[in-house]
């Protein structure tokens, strides 16, 4: 819970990963009051807070967040019901301009019918201030608010020994409050439908298909106002937990996705992922993942890549640890690399192609003194190189900040 609770304070300093800290999920699910309501706390100090190039003068600052959060998680029958609510303040010591409130919402509903039905429905909405220099897009030094909707229903019903059958659909927006972000003001629609077979527990082998719509809605193109855009997803699956302390998730398929106006911009490809888990204790976790993708591609957001349509491929290599070194005190360290293929086509055709590498380190400890209790401090270093900075700008940054949390059930 803790990583949701104080991540968008930290994306408005432009580290996700400040702060994160694991343990608190565990600490609110161990209760059987299905109800929490907490409080947190945070100060960090950024040394580029602007994420500008290494040529340009830095502004460091330090950050402040103050959260509420209250939510619910109901188990009744094959039933369950999630909801949580999180408000946040931000202060900034040197740019006041930057100070603003947020928020987040999100909610989830679980059910399953006669054995073989079953299936899910959840939602979010946030606000927050976006990214300052987010890889293809205009770098700003100012306040820009960031604004994300998400809904997505599934369906699953067994059709009989191994086998089962899934289908749903999902819509997205996302909008920005500058006015010279209001050409990546988006939003989509999806469906998707699978077959998955499960021979014996522990594995699943799955097909599948997606196929999304989207729009930027605001943008100027030669043929008036509004980009269209296609994304047809067709993908084969593995799940294996053989036993014992590993687990291997696999993903290999192939996405095309094509432009109404701006054709330049049509890319096809690869995408596939590899994922490793290892758990040779209570202690200690560790997790890899090599993925690739192929253009725009709304799920690489969970991945921290940028979704954007001048992504031509990606590619992210992710490592996660996480070490519970006495029962109240846990060590935690990640690291994220990403190389990106970019190439943007204006409206008159003019292409400019180029790539960038980015990396995230991340380091950090927390202690449980008490039972709802819990403080915490991170480290974060993160960096880019770009061969084209017409439209990705280099950048390294650094910061430190330590929080504190209390969440009562």
Request: charged share 20%.
């Amino acid at each position: 819970m803790t990583a949701a609770f104080l991540r968008p304070a930290l994306r408005a300093a432009a580290l996700p990963c400040l702060l994160a800290l694991p343990l608190a999920p565990s600490m609110a699910q161990a209760e059987t009051n299905p109800y929490y309501l907490g409080m947190g706390a945070g100060l960090t100090h950024v040394s580029n807070l602007y994420r500008l190039s290494d040529a340009s003068p830095h502004s460091s600052d330090w950050v402040g967040s103050m959260s509420l959060r209250a939510g619910i998680d109901q188990t009744f029958g094959r039933q369950r019901l999630v909801l949580d609510a999180a408000l946040r303040h931000q202060r900034y010591r040197h740019n006041s301009a930057l100070d603003n409130s947020g928020y987040s919402l999100s909610g989830g509903y679980s059910w399953e019918a006669f054995e073989k039905l079953s299936g899910t429905v959840s939602g979010s909405a946030s606000r927050s201030l976006a990214a300052f220099n987010p890889g293809d897009r205009p770098s700003v030094a100012e306040r820009n608010e960031q604004h994300n909707e998400q809904l997505n229903a599934q369906v699953r019903y067994g059709l009989g020994g191994a086998w089962q059958v899934e289908g749903g659909a999902g819509w997205l927006r996302e909008r920005f409050s500058l006015a010279s972000y209001s050409p990546y003001n988006y939003r989509q629609h999806s469906s998707n439908a699978g077959l998955n077979y499960r021979p014996r527990p522990g594995l699943r082998l799955g097909l599948s298909g997606r196929m999304t719509r989207g729009s930027y809605y605001e943008r100027v193109v030669a043929s008036g106002i509004g980009e269209e855009l296609d994304r047809k997803e067709l993908g084969l699956a593995l799940d294996w937990e053989p036993g014992g302390a590993s687990s291997y998730n696999a993903r290999l398929g192939h996405a095309r996705t094509t432009y109404r106006s701006n054709e330049g911009n049509n890319v096809s490809g690869l995408t596939a992922s590899l994922q490793w888990n290892w758990q040779p204790s209570t202690k200690l976790r560790l997790g890899t993942q090599l993925a690739r993708d192929a253009g725009l591609d709304s799920n690489s957001m969970l991945a921290g890549l940028i979704r954007t349509e001048n992504n031509r491929s990606s590619t992210s290599l992710r490592f996660s640890l996480d070490y519970e070194l006495t029962a109240k005190i846990a060590l935690n360290a990640g690291l994220l690399n990403t190389r990106r293929e970019l190439r943007y086509t204006s409206n008159l055709g003019q292409a400019v192609e180029g790539h960038d590498n980015s990396r995230v380190l991340t380091l950090g400890a927390s202690w449980a003194p008490w039972r709802n209790t819990q403080l915490g401090c991170q480290y974060s270093h993160e960096e880019r190189s770009s061969a084209s900075t017409q439209f990705s700008l280099p950048y390294s940054a650094n910061a430190f900040g330590c929080s504190a949390q209390l969440m009562l059930r």
